[in-house]
């Protein structure tokens, strides 16, 4: 069975690692500073992220991926894989479970989700 991981980008796994296990893929969480957003990990990497720390005025704050991104990677994954198993933080800390379960219940796709685990699986 070819099963297809989508983790979020809190996991810390990098574009690089995924890409290296062929079968993970990254969901970016959008990282804001005041009005300037960026894709976590595509438009700020943490060696950008980290240093602005202390040096910008707006404390940095995430959003969950964007329902349309998670959908059209998850359209994609369909057409290559008969299982998606999504890894994302706890509901409790981001709305991106609540992104992952409106993709499953809009796409009838066969997706598995757990919440929590993202870095201790992988």
Known sequence: MNVQI???????????MAKAMGNVHIMPLTVSFGNEHFQDGIDITPEEFYPRLP???NIPTT??????????????LSEETD???ILTLSQ????????????KKTLESPITI???????IL
């Open 6 to 16: 989508v983790i979020d980008s809190t996991s810390d796994i990098t574009p690089q």
């Open 55 to 57: 040096q910008d005025e």
């Open 63 to 76: 959003t969950q991926p964007l329902p349309g991104y998670v959908i059209e990677l998850v359209t994609r």
């Open 83 to 85: 299982q998606i198993l």
């Open 92 to 103: 409790k800390l981001s709305g991106t479970y609540q992104s992952a379960l409106y993709t």
């Open 114 to 120: 757990w919440q929590g685990l993202c870095t201790l």
